[in-house]
């Protein structure tokens, strides 16, 4: 099951947020974070984001395997005037322990789905080139705007390039 995250219900989810967060990067994924990553580091950062959520800043969805926290994306609106079309996609994560079961695509699709009713037409996001990640943009219809070399480290602390990515999306009524 996937749920939006209030503000209260983000703060109450902190813990597990950094167990995934802490699991995806010691995992490999390269989301901003170098290996070997704590729990208590991890779940610093997603407390840091609690008063962007409840600003409505940072829109969070939690993927759930029963009472268990499993996965997570995030929306970030974008905040210029010249901007109110557009957000970001940001920090997909889905723990290893529960990958193979459609929960990424999910999480996607549910965020995408967010956007379009909040009247976002523009979604840009930025991936590992090469990475798992980056197949599961291209195989739901996110088009590449190119890639930067060395953009970022991995979580062992090399450069890799990034491939950046963006979807139009028609805002749909009601």
């Not at 813990?15 to 290996?35: I, M, Q, R, Y």
């Not at 195989?139 to 890799?160: C, I, M, Q, R």
Request: glycine share 12%; aromatic share 6%; with cysteine.
């Amino acid at each position: 099951m996937i749920t939006r995250l209030s503000a209260a219900g983000f703060t109450a989810a902190v813990p597990a947020l950094g167990e995934v967060l802490a699991d995806c990067t010691n995992g490999g994924a390269s989301v901003g974070f170098l290996a070997p990553l704590g729990t208590a580091e991890s779940t610093a950062w997603w407390a840091e984001l609690a008063g962007d959520v409840a600003e409505g800043r940072v829109l969070v969805w939690a993927a759930w395997d029963g009472p268990r926290l499993v996965g997570t994306v995030q929306l970030r609106p974008a905040r210029l005037p010249n901007a109110p079309h557009r957000a970001e996609l940001a920090k997909l994560l889905v723990h290893r322990d529960a990958r193979g079961r459609g929960l990424g695509r999910a999480l996607l699709a549910e965020a995408e789905r967010a956007a379009r009713a909040a009247g976002i037409t523009l979604l840009v996001l930025d991936t590992e080139t090469g990475s798992p990640a980056e197949r599961l943009y291209r195989s739901a219809g996110w088009t590449e705007a190119g890639t930067v070399p060395g953009y970022a480290a991995d979580p062992g602390g090399t450069l890799k390039p990034t491939t950046f990515f963006y979807k139009n999306a028609v805002v749909t009524a009601g």
